[in-house]
T-cell receptor
Framework: AQSVAQPEDQVNVAEGNPLTVKCTYS??????LFWYVQYPNRGLQFLLK??????LVKGSYGFEAEFNKSQTSFHLKKPSALVSDSALYFC?????????????FGKGTKLSVIP | DAGVTQSPTHLIKTRGQQVTLRCSPI?????VSWYQQVLGQGPQFIFQ???????GRGNFPDRFSARQFPNYSSELNVNALLLGDSALYLC??????????????FGEGSWLTVV
């Protein structure tokens, strides 16, 4: 089954330091991958996606992610964290099965940026 | 342009009651999907509708139903509410039925509390 895993429930980082939120994916199926962010009591906001091409994908709010086929990973990164980046981050995998288009999400990683 | 809009934003229902949640997709998007997000977990796929037809269904009981209207807006109905139905219900829209590189965009969600 196509799946993603987020190994860390929480990541703490000091403001101004680089941040990484980890995501790994199962080898079966397509390697398409998405990142979404959820601020407190809000819906999901799309950050970026990997389809094909350049392994380094740039997205919204200064975030980027690197697709690594050998490690089956798609880690989200930002060079300098802001307090406003504190939120819940979800890695997701799109797939079309039996005619439907749906996302399978990881369990989420809570990012806390400490002033 | 307006994003995905959902209503109501918050509601409280009693066990056994019925609830209807509403969603308007992004203009030009013909596919609407519904997801349930229980506190502390990633969103789970419930339904996808495209051109007014159900195209996919997740692992949810028959108490959950939905429909899509000619203007592509959608309603999610849940009958015989249980305490475990308390969650954030997210509506999402995409341009096409299948994944062809398209992005799924989410609304702010409807918070349902069952007491």
């Amino acid at each position: 089954a196509q799946s993603v895993a987020q190994p860390e429930d929480q990541v703490n980082v000091a403001e101004g330091n680089p941040l990484t939120v980890k995501c790994t994916y199962s080898v079966s199926g397509n390697p398409y991958l998405f990142w979404y962010v959820q601020y407190p009591n809000r819906g999901l906001q799309f950050l970026l996606k990997y389809i094909t091409g350049d392994n380094l994908v740039k997205g919204s709010y200064g975030f980027e992610a690197e697709f690594n086929k050998s490690q089956t990973s798609f880690h989200l990164k930002k060079p300098s964290a802001l307090v406003s980046d504190s939120a819940l981050y979800f890695c997701a995998r799109p797939h079309s099965g039996a005619g439907s288009y749906q996302l399978t999400f990881g369990k989420g990683t809570k990012l806390s940026v400490i002033p | 342009d307006a994003g995905v809009t959902q209503s109501p934003t918050h509601l409280i229902k009693t066990r056994g009651q019925q609830v209807t949640l509403r969603c308007s997709p992004i203009s030009g998007h013909k596919s609407v999907s519904w997801y349930q997000q229980v506190l502390g977990q990633g969103p789970q796929f419930i339904f996808q509708y495209y051109e007014k037809e159900e195209r996919g269904r997740g692992n949810f009981p028959d108490r959950f139903s939905a429909r899509q209207f000619p203007n592509y807006s959608s309603e999610l109905n849940v009958n015989a509410l249980l305490l475990g139905d308390s969650a954030l219900y997210l509506c999402a829209s995409s341009f096409q039925q299948d994944f062809t590189g398209n992005t799924i965009y989410f609304g702010e969600g409807s918070w349902l509390t069952v007491v």
